[in-house]
């Protein structure tokens, strides 16, 4: 939910939840709410039913939010439950105040449980109490049919059992003393039994419940007695309970004759005619039975106990609820079970549970439970996915015939991620994520300020949202984490602030001289054309040009200054009088894109100048050109500036006025740049430099890439990597995807346009193929060209705009499930041109958003064979590495030729049938039908 709302021109903070907010949302999943809430009403989530959990930004001063919850900040009161929430609800041990009818309406919630170190609460049976167990606060409807009140509950507090309308039966086992006329619904007082042990004041305790409207009552039986199957005088089988000491039942079988197929445990049973709850799976209770192939457990048991199911050869399916803990031993051993989800509630699973399951291919975990060194024992080829951190859970001892464990799990920084309108951040920075394919990760979010592909953040426009990072493995969440993300408004566009563009001159660099190079600094004040103070932005920037004449020498800030003041204080006031304004750093100068890295400065004497805590993010290639940006800061910032532009200056009519401010000098030296590396020949991506052995990872790389993209030629390493794409001997390039190694080449520099605006820094394509033979459809058919493909929607993830598979049937992302996960958050979407139709030579290029792709036949081919202007001459432009290698559009090309055929992204000038591929020996213009699997490969390309 965005921190604000919109109405014309004005701007509205969400301060308040009222009743209902919600009612009309009835796909509504999660909320994440703004800091700026203040108020909620009880009823706000009221009938929104598929609400599953809610968050708040951790920057709330008012609330806090725990397990999908909303609490006081403090956790001292529960105020919000979502009525879709599911498993177990854990509530903080600081919690004392709980509203009425709170959980009335959860019907997903089988059990509460209250946290380590409470005060005012305890839970019991999955009942929540005070914390002396005297008064019954509350049972969800989930609970079960059956409950027991312990020896020490005296009181039962109002709507404890709202909607609880199907209770069957109540065991008090102490002396319940007063029961709220509001505590029980009407259908639960005519219908429900009320087991009350004889003895001492029974006649009183009979009264209190007769008085509070039961009239159901009798004799619960004693631990160990036990309900069996029978008819007449012979035993029949079936299922057989025994009555455990908590008053709850162990379920069992009994007798010559198998189960059915497919069991069913009930979630209650009778003894004597009180109906308890069945807890718990008796020890051997189905051992060996094999007509067993699946058992649904009722969400009332908590343990399995040992070899429960052990020998059931024919058990492959069995759902654990959320209400489980315990897995005793042996309790699942030899039986043909494929597929293991262990919900969060499991603490403990013990030795041999899953042994000598010879099908098990997965494990699951959604919690952290203890298991036993040789749970797995005997299980071969299994991939246990358990939460981050928790390995320690599942070793020493994990048995190593081919096993593995794969850490899943997100966590992002809890300080908000401050981004301009326009820019791009990396939302996982200061956080980790850990998505072990096929575990899927989604972003949600509200859309009007932001857009989130891949953890990279989009600012659209000034605006709150709260991001949630979402890992799900087959629809189900597994891990969820949430960050606040604050987009302020675009300086550059807004605030008519400019800084003129300077040259530095032509003069080689060496030893300690230096270039002064000064920039006039101007603001726009009046209307909304310029800088208007009645919106006050916390800053307001603008961007110079500055351009390195020399052929061949490299150069970095070395200081910056303000010469002069030029009447800053005309323009410019304190906001704290017992700071003068000559004594604040109003200023600052920053590489586009790297406001980290700024260096802030002042007009009056000990802040008039600054230098760069890192010099080289200023740095500017031989002829190039790179953006920096100038800042006023307009802050709160004790460092920087506590200042607001007058209100006088801003009311200057009709017309923006120019005003200047300072002038700037900027003091530059000689650089000489040798990147350090940070990679190993054993990452899943490197870059190796022959000429100075420099390994590179692929954190570097994307650094490098980042830098291109924001300086373009100005980039300190747009040489050394526009000397890779003429010279691939200069370098050597490897990826490992699905444990296969592949050589990668770059292809060019600052040629692919972002989705996001701006171009990519580095494209690169496989020196090579993938391993295996790919179709491009399903089917002989061309028709929605590579948009519509089926070999473009398995080459990318599903959350990539228009990625839809139409002419595959099904789209398993297959390809895109063998990139390593750092490699798939680091490559960048670009827009890639393509003809959707064969319709002879008419264009109607079309533009996909891709992460993967295949080069089109434009890309490869300097001139096309059909003439310049037919639509396969609009697909693009060559790659300069193919620049002179391809001198044929229609002829052999030997640095073309793998030996087999290779796909390219644009669809037959001659049918409706056929893809465009690279034959044998290099020609480019060969046509395949678009369903052919056998012979033609795929050479991917994707962008940093």
Same mark, same amino acid.
């Given at each position: ?66 397990? !999908? ?45 209250? !946290? ?45 059992? %709202? ?61 160990? %007695? ?11 089988? @079936? ?10 039942? #162990? ?9 059915? %197929? ?81 919900? #969060? ?31 797995? %024992? ?56 850990? #998505? ?91 209307? !909304? ?76 004497? !000990? ?15 031989? @002829? @190039? ?320």
């Amino acid at each position: 939910m965005p921190a604000n709302v919109t109405s014309g021109s004005t701007t509205y903070e969400v301060a308040a939840l009222a009743k209902d907010a919600f009612a009309h949302c009835s796909e509504l999943a999660s909320i994440s709410l703004p800091a700026t809430l203040r108020e909620v009403d009880p009823d706000a989530l009221a009938g929104c039913t598929s609400l599953k959990s809610l968050s708040i930004s951790a920057k709330s001063e008012a609330f806090a939010s725990s397990d !999908g919850m909303l609490f006081s900040k403090d956790y001292s009161k529960l105020l919000l439950i979502p009525e879709g929430k599911e498993g177990a609800a854990v509530i903080p041990g600081k919690t004392s105040s709980v509203p009425t009818l709170a959980f009335s309406r959860c019907q997903g919630i089988p059990s509460l449980i209250v !946290g380590d170190g409470g005060t005012a609460l305890s839970s019991y049976n999955g009942m929540l109490f005070t914390k002396d167990m005297k008064t019954l606060i509350a049972c969800t409807p989930a609970a079960g049919t059956a409950v027991v009140l312990p020896t020490e509950t005296e009181a039962i507090g109002e709507y404890a059992f %709202a909607g609880c309308k199907d209770l069957a039966s109540i065991t008090a086992l102490g002396n319940v003393r007063t029961i709220d006329s509001a505590a029980f619904p009407d259908e639960a007082k005519t219908s429900a039994v009320v087991a009350l042990p004889t003895g001492e004041n029974y006649e009183a305790r009979k009264a209190v419940w007769e008085a509070a409207g039961f009239e159901h009552f009798a004799e619960p039986a004693k631990p160990g %007695a036990t309900a069996r199957p029978e008819s007449g005088q012979e035993a029949m089988s @079936g299922l057989t309970y025994t009555l455990l000491d908590d008053y709850t039942l #162990a379920a069992s079988w009994e007798g010559k004759d198998d189960p059915a %197929a497919e069991l069913e445990i009930p979630a209650s049973a009778e003894i004597n005619g009180v109906p308890y709850r069945v807890s718990t799976i008796a020890e051997n209770a189905f051992a060996n039975r094999g007509s067993l192939t699946s058992v649904k457990l009722p969400t009332s048991i908590t343990s399995i106990n040992t070899a429960a199911f052990a020998g059931c050869a024919n058990l492959a399916t069995i759902e654990f609820p959320n209400t489980l803990r315990t897995i005793g031993e042996r309790a699942f051993e030899a039986t043909s079970i494929k597929d293991v989800w262990l919900p #969060a509630s499991i603490e403990t699973i013990g030795s041999k549970a899953f042994a000598a399951c010879e099908s098990l291919e997965r494990v699951v975990a959604l919690g952290t439970p203890e298991a036993a060194s040789d749970a797995l %024992a005997g299980c071969t080829n299994t991939s246990i996915y358990i939460p981050s951190g928790s390995q320690d859970s599942w070793s020493p001892g994990l048995p190593s015939e081919g096993n593995h464990l794969l850490p899943y799990g997100v966590s992002l920084s809890q300080e908000p991620l401050a981004i301009e309108a326009g820019q791009e951040a990396n939302l996982l920075e200061g956080g980790n994520l850990q #998505a072990p394919d096929p575990v899927e990760t989604s972003y949600s979010y509200a859309a009007t300020p932001l857009s989130v592909d891949a953890g990279q953040v989009s600012a659209k426009k000034a605006g709150t949202s709260d991001v949630a990072a979402v890992l799900t493995l087959d629809n189900v969440e597994l891990a969820r984490a949430s960050r606040t993300v604050e987009v302020s408004p675009n300086p550059d566009a807004e605030s008519g602030i400019s800084l003129a563009s300077a040259d530095i001159p032509a003069v080689y660099l060496t030893g300690d001289t230096q270039i002064n190079v000064t920039a006039p600094m101007q603001v726009f004040l009046g209307d !909304g054309n310029g800088y208007d103070v009645a919106t006050k932005p916390e800053c307001a920037t603008g961007t110079a040009i500055f351009k390195n004449n020399s052929s061949g020498q490299a150069v970095q800030l070395a200081s910056v200054s303000c010469t002069t003041n030029l009447g800053v204080e005309k323009h410019i006031q304190t906001l704290d009088s017992s700071r003068n304004l000559n004594t604040q750093r109003i200023f600052s100068l920053y590489p586009q894109g790297n406001e980290g890295a700024a260096a802030s400065f002042g007009y009056g004497t !000990g802040v008039n100048s600054a230098v760069p805590t890192d010099k080289a993010a200023f740095g500017i290639a031989p @002829g @190039g050109s790179v953006p920096y940006t100038f800042r006023l800061n307009l802050t709160n910032d004790p460092s920087l500036a506590n200042a607001e532009v007058k209100q006088e200056a801003a009311s200057t009519g009709t017309n923006p006025v120019s005003v200047s401010l300072a002038t700037v000098m900027c003091t530059f030296e000689g650089l000489t740049f040798t990147p350090t590396g940070h990679g190993n020949p054993n990452d899943t991506f490197y870059l190796w430099d022959t000429s100075t052995e420099q390994y590179y990872s692929l954190a570097d790389v994307k650094v490098h890439a980042v830098d291109i993209s924001n300086k373009g030629k100005g980039s300190l390493y747009y040489n050394m990597y526009a000397a890779y794409v003429a010279g691939d001997s200069k370098y050597v390039c490897k990826s490992k995807w699905s444990g296969a190694t592949y050589d990668l080449c770059i292809i060019d520099v600052l040629h692919d346009d972002k989705a996001s605006g701006g171009k990519a820094g580095l494209t690169f394509q496989f020196d090579g193929l993938l391993d295996s033979p790919e179709s491009i459809n399903s089917s002989s058919t061309n028709v929605g060209g590579w948009g519509a493909s089926g070999l473009r929607a398995n080459m990318n993830p599903d959350n990539l705009p228009n990625v839809g598979g139409v002419n595959n049937g099904s789209d398993g992302n297959y390809i895109w499930n063998q990139v390593p996960v750092d490699l798939q958050n680091a490559i960048e979407v670009v827009k890639k041109k393509y003809q959707p139709t064969y319709n002879g030579s008419t264009s109607t290029i079309t533009i996909s958003n891709d992460k993967l792709f295949i080069a089109s036949y434009s890309e490869l081919v300097e001139s096309s064979k059909w003439g310049s202007n037919h639509w396969t001459a609009q697909e693009g432009t060559q790659y300069a590495y193919w620049h002179q290698k391809v001198t044929e559009n229609d002829g052999e090309n030997s640095s073309l030729s793998e030996g087999v055929d290779w796909w390219e992204r644009s669809v037959s000038p001659g049918s409706s049938e056929d893809f465009l591929n690279v034959n044998s020996f290099g020609d480019p213009s060969l046509l395949t039908y678009a369903d052919d699997s056998d012979y033609v490969y795929v050479r991917p390309c994707f962008c940093l």
